[in-house]
């Protein structure tokens, strides 16, 4: 069987032209590099060098022979580039999936970190509902995933990521825009854009619950943007996440916080079972310093 390290050394002995310019430069005595070279040719069954010549001069079988090893070391080294790039960049584009409120700025300035750390670095960025994205990571077909908190998914392990307070939008020229605040008992009469089923519709209607009311629903829209752009046009007001509708800034609406506090919770979550990859951790980093730098502006 070759010894790899004989094979490292009569390639050493090609590349510097001669057994002793190969010993000079590897810091290694000749003796060792004529020895590990006879051996190779007891090995391979034929010589490798003419004798005689001060210089490394190849036989045609030591041609040949030198040919295969540059295939295989040509082999050895795209798998070390391979490793190299799983080692940075990891084995294919980094999957994140994010909730509507987070994609448009907050994720995608942690990306741009995360790109600056790791040029090349693939993401792939979804927005689909939050029930996928914790099917997604509890079945590992996401590495990470910002979402509402849910219960009932195993394998999948969160941390609390933000918390914030919803707000009131209302049009500019509304009687309660003057408000330091909005209340829920101040909404008992006006027309209101409710959101789709989950945590904050249900908190929004626990509130006027809670105070003796019955919210006058007018319209639904799934998203923010939709609901802002409905109180945009005069139709009601509605209780909304204040970090997509302050990205607003092309829509005639106004923010005032509501009371009683309804806070709506962001998790970050990713596949249990096996640690995150490095670029994780890296792009989990950024998005909590996006995430703290975004508190110190509010």
């Known amino acids: 069987m070759m010894n790899p390290a004989h094979l490292d050394l009569f390639r050493a002995v090609l590349r510097h032209g001669g057994m002793t310019r190969a010993a000079a430069a590897l810091g290694i005595g000749q003796p060792h590099v004529s020895r590990a070279i006879a051996q190779l040719e007891a090995d ?4 490798l060098f003419v004798r005689g010549h001060g210089a490394a001069l190849p036989t045609r079988e030591g041609e040949a022979f030198a040919r295969e090893v540059e295939r295989t070391y040509a082999g050895l080294d795209a798998l070390r580039a391979a490793a190299g790039r799983i080692r940075d960049l990891g084995t294919g584009p980094l999957r994140v999936a994010c909730q509507p ?20 670095v693939h993401v792939a960025v979804q927005v689909p509902s939050p029930d996928t994205i914790w099917s997604w990571a509890a079945s590992g077909q996401c590495d990470l995933g910002l979402v509402r908190p849910r219960s009932g998914y195993g394998a999948v392990v969160r941390e609390p990521f933000l918390a914030v307070d919803a707000v009131c939008a209302l049009p500019p020229g509304h009687a309660l825009a003057s408000r330091a605040t ?61 970090l997509p509708a302050r990205a607003l800034t092309g829509l005639p609406i106004v923010l005032r916080p509501f009371r009683p506090r309804l806070t709506i919770e962001t998790v970050m979550i990713h596949p249990a079972g096996r640690p995150p990859g490095r670029l994780v951790e890296r792009l989990m980093a950024h998005l909590r310093a996006q995430r703290d730098a975004l508190a110190g502006s509010a």
């Open 44 to 47: 391979l069954g034929f010589a």
């Open 101 to 120: 409120s987070l994609a448009d700025r907050l994720l995608p300035r942690a990306i741009r970190g995360l790109a600056g750390d790791h040029p090349g």
């Open 182 to 242: 909005v209340a829920v008992a101040d909404l008992a009469d006006e027309p209101m854009i409710a959101g789709a089923p989950g945590p904050l519709q249900r908190g929004v209607e626990a509130a006027f619950a809670d105070a003796g009311l019955a919210p006058r629903f007018a319209f639904t829209a799934q998203y923010t943007a939709a609901r802002c752009g409905l109180v945009a046009e005069g139709l009601g007001v509605a209780i909304v996440d204040p």
